[in-house]
T-cell receptor, first 120, second 113 residues
Framework: DADVTQTPRNRITKTGKRIMLECSQTKGHDRMYWYRQDPGLGLRLIYY???????NKGEISDGYSVSRQAQAKFSLSLESAIPNQTALYFC???????????????????FGPGTRLTVL | QQPVQSPQAVILREGEDAVINCSSSKALYSVHWYRQKHGEAPVFLMILLKGGEQKGHEKISASFNEKKQQSSLYLTASQLSYSGTYFC??????????????FGKGTLLTVNP
């Protein structure tokens, strides 16, 4: 089945360390997203990418960077991790071209299983 | 701006009904609904578009009031499998595009036997 995968699934690290979270998808979708989830705060968008050459900041991009290595891969980096970056991180994909006439007005997002990151 | 969901939490017995509301301070072209079961990733449930078009879930319905800038999700005859956190998402792209969503804080629904 076409899928969205994230590695690692769990990570514990120390303050100041550089961390990379990886996302891969076999759905063939152009659009990829990184979200952060904290209890009671919902899902907040960190970065999103429409294709390999198009990367955009979301609501909470400070302290994060991303790399879109290929259509199928979108990585999130924390250059110098801090404790308040402890959270659950989700990658998601969507495809605005699916559907009738190459246009998908629905553009639903498909989420990966998440990475639980703890920064001590 | 983040849409506002209410209630924050609701507890039901199996077979009871629930309504979850989502409101926005800006004009809406669409509203997306997702459900996240405990320990899992969010999963798409339903999208409602301006003009009445929607793509939905078999047993869950929703309404979209463009004038009031709000949407409601109706869960009727709830089942244990309905338990989870429900998020609404509103688009933030130019021209009402659905490509970038801002999610509400979520509503935790618990269905007990």
């Amino acid at each position: 089945d076409a899928d969205v995968t994230q590695t690692p699934r769990n990570r514990i690290t120390k303050t100041g360390k550089r961390i990379m979270l990886e996302c891969s998808q076999t759905k063939g979708h152009d659009r990829m997203y990184w979200y952060r989830q904290d209890p009671g705060l919902g899902l907040r968008l960190i970065y999103y990418s429409f294709d390999v050459k198009d990367i955009n900041k979301g609501e909470i991009s400070d302290g994060y960077s991303v790399s879109r290595q290929a259509q199928a891969k979108f990585s999130l980096s924390l250059e110098s991790a801090i404790p308040n970056q402890t959270a659950l991180y989700f990658c998601a994909t969507s495809d605005p071209k699916a559907g009738t006439g190459g246009r998908n007005p629905y553009n639903e997002q498909f989420f990966g299983p998440g990475t639980r990151l703890t920064v001590l | 701006q983040q849409p506002v969901q209410s209630p924050q939490a609701v507890i039901l017995r199996e077979g009871e009904d629930a309504v979850i509301n989502c409101s926005s301070s800006k004009a809406l072209y669409s509203v997306h609904w997702y459900r996240q079961k405990h320990g899992e990733a969010p999963v798409f449930l339903m999208i409602l578009l301006k003009g009445g078009e929607q793509k939905g879930h078999e047993k869950i319905s929703a309404s979209f009031n463009e004038k009031k800038q709000q949407s409601s999700l109706y869960l009727t005859a709830s089942q244990l499998s309905y338990s989870g956190t429900y998020f609404c998402g509103t688009p933030g792209g130019g021209g009402g595009s659905n490509y970038k969503l801002t999610f509400g804080k979520g509503t935790l629904l618990t269905v007990n036997p």
